[in-house]
C-alpha cells in the first residue's frame, strides 16, 4: 500500500473529482431509481468510515457492522418510539455509534494486526447477539414501519426530492469530514502510525490515542451512514449488524481502493449496483462477491480508484 | 366571465375517463409473486405458488373472456424483512408491479404490508400465519387470504386439549410468526384448563434441536408444542425421535403443518399429528381435478395450503379489478371485500372489512402408514370447522379502522 | 437431585449435548489450528470446506451410492485435493504479503463455495441418513444418547489426539514444526518445503471436510452449515491459541461444555459466551490460553 503525501497541486485533482462526485448525484436521480441512488450513497459513506480505518489507519476492523447497524436501530427507535424528527434521529443514531466504537476501541486498540481484527469480530459478533435478543429491536422482524418524518419539523421526508437532498446532504458531510480529517495534522500522524508504528513511537507520538481517536471517528462516520439508512428504508434488521455486512464494506473497500478517498464510493456504486441487477439471479451474487474478492485481492490490489491514481500519479 | 376552457377540458377528459373499459395504468396487471424459494418454507411455497398464479390467471381469461392484460414475476425474499421490502418497494416504484402475493414469513408479510399501504397498492398474503395481519397490523390495502394463528390455536390446539393434552411446553421460532403462535394456543389452552410449562425459543432455521428437545423432555409436559412451520418442524420432530422423547410418552403438537411437510416426513414419523388446514387435495372431485393438474406443472409434487390459496386469491383478484375497472390497490382491496368469494378450491367464501377472508377450516388427522392407499393419501377429516367459528371475530382484534 | 439449583438430568443432558458441539468445534479448529499455527495462512474458507466435506458425503451416496464408511475416506481426500490446487494456485503468491491478504483472499473463496452450492441446492439442509450400525439411542437414564452422537464424540477425540501426536511427538511433525520456524534451513537439508506446505494446507482442510462428513447426519447438509459454525471456531482457535494444536482440541471440548451449561443456567447467552471468552482471552492473554506470542 503506497501512498503519496499530498499537496495542494494533488489537492486540485481532488477537488475537480470531488465536484464531478457532486454533480454525479445531483444529476442522477432524474435518470437513475432514486431509491437506489441513496442506498449507494448510505453504503459508500460506510465505506468511507471504513476506508479511513484501514487504508489511512491502517487497521482492519472486521466488525465495522455493529456501528452500522447499531445506528440503524438507535434511528429508526428514535423516529418511530420517541418520534423525533430526522436529523435529531441521525444525530443521535452517530453518537450512539461513535460512544460503541469508543467502547470496542479501549477494549481492541491494546492489540495488533490479526488480534486486533479478531476482537472487532468476536465484540461485534456479541453485540449482533445481544440485539437478536433484546424485544427493543424486533429480533428477526426488525423494527419496522419507521416514519421519515419532517426535516426540522418542516420538510416533511416522505416527499421523496426532500429525501434524496437530505441523504446527499448527510453524505456529504461525512465525506467532507473524512477528507478533512485525513488532510489534517492528525491524518499525517496516523499515515506515518501506518507505515511505521515504531518510528512514530520514537518520535513521541502516542500512538494508541490516536488509533483510538481514528477508531471513534471511524465509527461515527459509519453511525452517519446507518442512522441515515434506516430512515431511507424505513426499517432497521439484523442483517445490517451481521457479520457478512461487516465483510461487505471490506469488499467496497477493496474493489474501490484502499487508502484513497473516493474509491470507497466507487467500490460501494459497484458492489450495490451488482447487488440490484444480479438479484434475479439469487444466490450469483455471493459467487460473483467471492469473485471480486479474489481477483481484487490476486491481482488488482489497488482497486479501480487506486489504479487510476498510479496512473496519473496523483492521490484520490 | 373568462370563457371556462379549463372547466371544459376536465370535462371533456372526465368523459373520456368515464368510457375507458378499464383504467389500468400501463394497460397491464402485474402481479408479483413473493416467497422463499430456497429456504425452508420453499416446498410450502417456492416455486409451486408460480404455478397456481399462472394457473389462476389462464382460468380466468378462459372463463371469463376478460380483455386484461396480465403478467406474473416473482422473487425470492429469503426470509428476510430487509430484503423483502426492498424488491416489493422496486417492484411498486420502477417494475410497475400492482399487487404481490403469496408472502410467507410473519415478518416480511408485516413489512410487505407497510410497503403496499404506502404506494397505494394491494397485497394478497396466503403465506403468513401471523393474525396481526387482521388486527394491530391491518391494513386497507391487505387481505389475509388463507389462514392464522388464531385460526391455527383454536383448531390443533383445541382439539390437542380436549384429547388430553393439558400441560404444554412450547418450542417456539423466535420471530412474529412463532410468537403470535405461541401467544394464540397458550391463550386456547388456557382456557381450556390446560397449563404451560415452559417456552424455549429457537432461531429461524435451526437444523439441530437436540438442547431445545432436551429441555422439553425435562419439563415433563404432556404436550410439546412446536409453534414453528416448515424445515424447522419437520427438524424437530425427526429428532425428538432419535432422542426418544415420542417412545418416552410425550406427544407432539405441529401447530402449523403443511402437506408438504408430511411428505417430507414419511407417515412413520408423522402418524397421529393432528393439523388444522383450510385444503386438502383430496377432499372432493374440484379439488382433486385442479390438484392433479397442478401437480402435473409442478414436477409431480401435489398442492400445499398455500399454493392453493394464490390460485384462489389471484382468481378473485382479477375478478375484482373487471369489476372495479381499475388496479388502483386501495379502490380494488375495497371491491375484493365487497364481492363473495367462490372457487373450485375453497368453495364459498367472503372477505372482512378488516382483510380477514373467511372460509371453512378442517381439523385433520395424519393416518398410520397401514391407511394410506395411495400416493399422498395423508389425512384423515376429523371436523370442519364452520367458516363464522374458524376466525377470530372481529370484535375481538385491534384493528383500528374498524374499531366504531 | 439437583446440582446449584439445577435438575441433574437436564445438567447431564445439556453437558453431553455441547460435547458433541464440542467435538465439531474441536474437530475444526484443529484444522485451522494446523493450517494457521505451521503455514501462518487464516483459512477463512474453513467453513466452506467442511460444507464441502458434508456435500461430498451427500452425493456420493445420491449419485454412487457410496455409504457413509467410504465417504469418511473419500471426502477429505477430495476436499482436500481440492485445497492443495487452490493453494498452489492462490495462496503462494501471498504469502510475502501482508496476513490480510490471505484471510480476504480465503473470505472470497468462501463466498464463491457458499454461494454456488446454496444455487444449487437452496439454503435449507438435505437429509442424510444416520448409517445403519448407529441407530437407536442409548439409554443414559438422564437421557436417550442416539447412538450416532456417541460415535461422533469418541472418533472425534481419537482424530484430535492422533493429530496432535503426530505433529508434537514424531519426526514428521517436527520437521514440520522447523519448517515454520526456518524454512530455508530445512530446504538445505533436503526436505521439500513447498510441497510439505501444500500437503499440510490440505491436511487441515481434509479436517475440515471429514467434520463434515460426520456432521451430516446431525446437522443436515446445507450449503450454509459453514457460514453458521466459522465464526465459532475461529473464537475457539484465538481462545486456544492460534498456533497451538492441544489448544484448539481442549478449547474446542471445553468451550462445547461451557455452551452446554450456558444453556441450562442462562440461555438467552448461550451464543454469546464463547466471544465474551475469546474478549477476555484477548485482553487478558492474547496469545490465548496456551499459544505463544509470535
Known amino acids: 500500500m503506497n501512498h503519496a503525501v499530498s499537496d495542494s497541486q494533488d489537492m486540485r485533482h481532488q477537488w475537480l473529482v470531488f465536484g464531478l462526485m457532486f454533480a454525479f448525484f445531483a444529476v442522477a436521480p432524474y435518470f437513475i431509481y432514486p431509491v437506489f441512488l441513496m442506498k449507494v450513497m448510505c453504503f459508500a459513506l460506510f465505506a468511507c468510515a471504513f476506508n479511513l480505518l484501514l487504508g489511512f489507519g491502517g487497521l482492519l476492523s472486521f466488525g465495522h457492522a455493529m456501528f452500522f447497524g447499531t445506528a440503524g436501530y438507535a434511528a429508526a427507535h428514535a423516529a418511530k418510539v420517541w418520534g423525533l424528527t430526522p436529523e435529531l434521529s441521525v444525530l443521535f443514531s452517530t453518537l450512539c455509534a461513535t460512544l460503541l466504537a469508543w467502547v470496542v476501541g479501549l477494549l481492541a486498540i491494546r492489540r495488533q494486526g490479526i488480534y486486533f481484527a479478531m476482537i472487532t469480530l468476536a465484540l461485534s459478533q456479541m453485540v449482533y447477539f445481544v440485539y437478536l435478543q433484546t424485544p427493543f429491536t424486533g429480533g428477526e422482524d426488525g423494527i419496522q414501519g419507521v416514519p421519515q418524518g419532517h426535516l426540522f419539523g418542516l420538510i416533511d421526508l416522505s416527499n421523496s426530492s426532500a429525501m434524496y437532498a437530505f441523504v446527499l446532504g448527510v453524505f456529504l458531510i461525512g465525506f467532507a469530514l473524512v477528507w478533512r480529517i485525513v488532510h489534517s495534522p492528525f491524518g499525517q500522524v496516523l499515515k506515518a502510525i501506518r507505515e511505521n508504528e515504531q518510528r512514530a513511537l520514537s518520535l513521541g507520538y502516542d500512538t494508541d490515542r490516536f488509533k483510538l481517536i481514528a477508531f471513534v471517528l471511524s465509527g461515527l462516520v459509519a453511525g452517519m451512514a446507518g442512522g441515515t439508512k434506516a430512515l431511507v428504508f424505513r426499517l432497521a434488521s439484523l442483517t445490517d449488524v451481521h457479520w457478512s455486512m461487516s465483510g461487505e464494506v471490506v469488499l467496497m473497500t477493496l474493489v474501490g481502493g484502499l487508502g484513497t478517498l473516493f474509491g470507497p464510493v466507487v467500490g460501494a456504486a459497484v458492489i450495490v449496483t451488482m447487488q440490484n441487477y444480479l438479484a434475479q439471479l439469487g444466490s450469483w451474487v455471493t459467487v460473483v462477491q467471492g469473485l471480486i474478492f479474489v481477483v481484487c485481492v490476486m491481482l488488482f490490489r489497488k482497486g479501480v480508484i487506486g489504479e487510476i491514481a498510479s496512473l496519473i500519479r496523483k492521490p484520490l | 366571465m373568462k370563457f371556462p376552457v379549463k372547466t371544459l377540458l376536465a370535462a371533456l377528459l372526465g368523459a373520456i375517463g368515464l368510457h375507458a373499459s378499464a383504467q389500468i395504468s400501463d394497460g397491464i396487471v402485474k402481479i408479483g409473486v413473493l416467497n422463499d424459494m430456497s429456504g425452508l418454507y420453499s416446498e410450502i411455497t417456492g416455486p409451486g405458488s408460480v404455478v397456481a398464479a399462472k394457473m389462476a390467471v389462464e382460468d380466468y381469461l378462459k372463463s371469463s373472456k376478460s380483455s386484461l392484460k396480465i403478467e406474473i414475476v416473482s422473487a425470492d425474499h429469503q426470509n428476510k424483512p430487509d430484503i423483502g421490502s426492498n424488491i416489493a418497494r422496486q417492484w411498486y416504484d420502477t417494475d410497475k408491479v400492482d399487487m404481490i402475493v403469496d408472502v410467507p414469513t410473519s415478518s416480511v408479510a408485516l413489512a410487505i404490508s407497510q410497503v403496499s399501504r404506502e404506494k397505494g397498492k394491494i397485497h394478497v398474503n396466503t403465506g403468513a400465519a401471523t393474525a396481526d395481519l387482521t388486527s394491530k397490523a391491518c391494513s386497507p390495502n391487505t387481505i389475509h387470504w388463507l389462514y392464522d394463528t388464531w385460526m391455527l390455536a383454536n383448531g390443533t390446539g383445541k382439539a390437542v386439549v380436549q384429547h388430553g393434552g393439558t400441560s404444554w411446553f412450547f418450542l417456539t421460532s423466535d420471530y412474529a410468526f412463532g410468537l403470535a403462535l405461541e401467544r394464540d394456543t397458550e391463550a386456547v389452552v388456557l382456557k381450556n384448563g390446560g397449563k404451560v410449562l415452559g417456552k424455549v425459543r429457537h432461531p429461524l432455521a435451526t437444523q439441530d434441536f437436540s438442547s431445545f428437545l432436551l429441555q422439553a423432555q425435562a419439563s415433563k409436559a404432556k ?29 407432539l403438537a405441529g401447530l402449523l403443518v403443511f402437506l408438504p411437510d408430511v411428505h417430507s416426513l414419511g407417515l412413520e414419523k408423522a402418524q397421529g399429528l393432528y393439523l388444522t388446514e383450510t385444503f386438502y387435495w383430496d377432499l372432493n372431485d374440484q379439488t382433486r381435478t385442479w390438484s392433479k393438474r397442478f401437480a402435473a406443472l409442478n414436477s409431480g409434487k401435489y398442492p400445499s395450503m398455500d399454493q392453493a390459496g394464490v390460485y384462489s386469491g389471484v382468481l378473485h383478484y382479477l375478478k375484482a379489478i373487471d369489476a372495479a375497472k381499475t388496479d388502483d390497490g386501495t379502490k380494488v382491496a375495497q371491491k375484493m371485500k365487497d364481492l ?65 | 437431585m439437583e446440582i446449584f439449583g439445577i435438575p441433574s438430568q437436564a445438567l447431564f443432558g445439556q453437558l453431553l449435548i455441547g460435547l458433541i458441539n464440542g467435538s465439531f468445534y474441536a474437530l475444526l479448529s484443529l484444522g485451522l489450528a494446523v493450517i494457521f499455527g505451521l503455514l501462518n495462512i487464516i483459512n477463512f474458507s474453513h467453513g466452506a470446506q467442511y460444507m464441502m466435506g458434508a456435500f461430498v458425503a451427500y452425493l456420493s451416496l ?25 493453494e498452489r494456485s492462490m ?154 494444536i492441544m489448544g484448539s482440541i481442549l478449547s474446542g471440548f471445553g468451550l462445547g461444555l461451557i455452551e452446554g451449561l450456558t444453556k441450562v443456567v442462562y440461555p438467552e447467552a448461550s451464543n454469546t459466551v464463547i466471544f465474551v471468552i475469546m474478549a477476555i482471552v484477548l485482553l487478558i492473554k492474547p496469545a490465548g490460553l496456551f499459544g505463544t506470542e509470535k
Open chain 3, 62 to 86: 445420491q449419485w454412487f451410492g457410496l455409504n457413509y464408511w467410504l465417504a469418511l475416506v473419500i471426502s477429505p481426500v477430495v476436499v482436500g485435493a481440492i485445497g492443495m490446487v487452490i
Open chain 2, 340 to 404: 363473495p368469494t367462490d372457487d373450485i378450491l375453497f368453495g364459498k367464501g367472503s372477505v372482512r372489512k378488516d382483510g380477514r377472508k373467511l372460509h371453512p377450516a378442517y381439523l385433520f388427522e395424519v393416518k398410520k402408514p397401514s391407511e394410506s392407499k395411495y400416493p399422498y393419501d395423508y389425512y384423515k377429516l376429523l371436523a370442519t370447522i364452520p367458516a363464522d367459528q374458524a376466525f377470530r371475530p372481529m370484535s375481538e382484534g385491534e384493528c383500528p379502522f374498524v374499531k366504531n
Open chain 2, 223 to 251: 404436550v410439546i408444542g412446536l409453534a414453528n412451520a416448515g424445515g424447522d418442524t419437520t427438524n424437530a420432530i425427526k429428532q425428538a425421535y432419535e432422542f426418544g422423547i415420542v417412545k418416552g410418552g410425550q406427544t
Open chain 3, 91 to 244: 495462496l503462494v503468491r501471498l504469502y510475502k504479503l501482508d496476513h490480510l491478504y490471505g484471510l480476504l483472499l480465503t473470505f472470497g473463496l468462501a463466498l464463491i463455495i457458499q454461494g454456488l452450492f446454496r444455487n444449487a441446492y437452496g439454503a435449507s439442509g438435505m437429509p442424510y441418513a444416520v448409517p445403519d450400525v448407529f441407530m437407536g439411542a442409548i439409554d443414559l437414564g438422564f437421557m436417550f444418547l442416539p447412538k450416532y452422537r456417541a460415535w461422533v464424540i469418541v472418533s472425534s477425540m481419537f482424530v484430535c489426539l492422533t493429530t496432535w501426536f503426530v505433529i508434537e511427538r514424531t519426526k514428521l511433525g517436527a520437521y514440520l514444526r522447523a519448517a515454520t520456524e526456518n524454512p530455508s534451513m530445512v530446504q538445505a537439508f533436503g526436505i521439500n518445503v513447498p510441497r510439505m506446505i501444500t500437503l499440510t494446507y490440505g491436511f487441515g482442510v481434509g479436517l475440515a471436510a471429514l467434520a463434515g462428513v460426520m456432521a451430516a447426519p446431525i446437522y443436515q447438509v446445507s450449503p450454509m452449515m459453514g457460514a453458521d459454525i466459522i465464526i465459532v471456531v475461529f473464537a475457539v482457535v484465538v481462545i486456544g491459541g492460534m498456533g497451538s
